[in-house]
């Protein structure tokens, strides 16, 4: 290694959540925050990625009026009720998840700045589940870094 190089650290972990869908929101903020603690790494990014296609991970304030507000928007964009023709196979119900998760995303990247995520004061990344039913889910964090 040439002298004054610097040393790129990749730490990586899977997380299991527990949740009975249905916008079940998880707030995963001080889990990530340990984390990142626990990592050693002073500067650099984390990375939350949800490995399902029927839910999202989002930085915002997790407050019931915003997420009383999340969900009616999403109820309006893409109801539960509504005949999609993922359905039609018959094997699950959950075409609203699928589309909600579209519109949104499954990954969320936050600077690490003096060892702690560079979070504004009202900003918490949040899990939002929409499967239908209670199932194991993951979360994959990485944080990378020196």
Request: proline letters at 3%.
């Amino acid at each position: 290694m040439r002298e004054g190089a610097v040393v790129m650290k990749i730490v990586s972990a899977q997380l299991e959540l527990s949740s009975d869908g249905n916008f079940n929101v998880i707030n995963l903020t001080d889990r990530v925050s340990e984390f990142v603690s626990g990592s050693g790494v002073q500067d650099g990014h984390v990375y939350v990625f949800y490995q399902h296609s029927t839910g999202s991970v989002i930085i915002d304030e997790f407050e019931a009026g915003i997420m009383s507000d999340l969900k009616e928007m999403l109820d309006r964009l893409a109801p539960r009720d509504h005949p999609y023709k993922h359905h039609i196979r018959a094997v699950d119900y959950n075409g609203h998840a699928h589309l909600r998760a579209a519109l949104m995303q499954a990954e969320v990247g936050v600077p690490v700045v003096g060892g702690k995520m560079a979070l504004g004061t009202y900003q918490d990344i949040l899990v939002i589940d929409d499967q239908v039913d209670y199932e194991p889910r993951y979360v994959v964090l990485q944080v990378m870094g020196e």
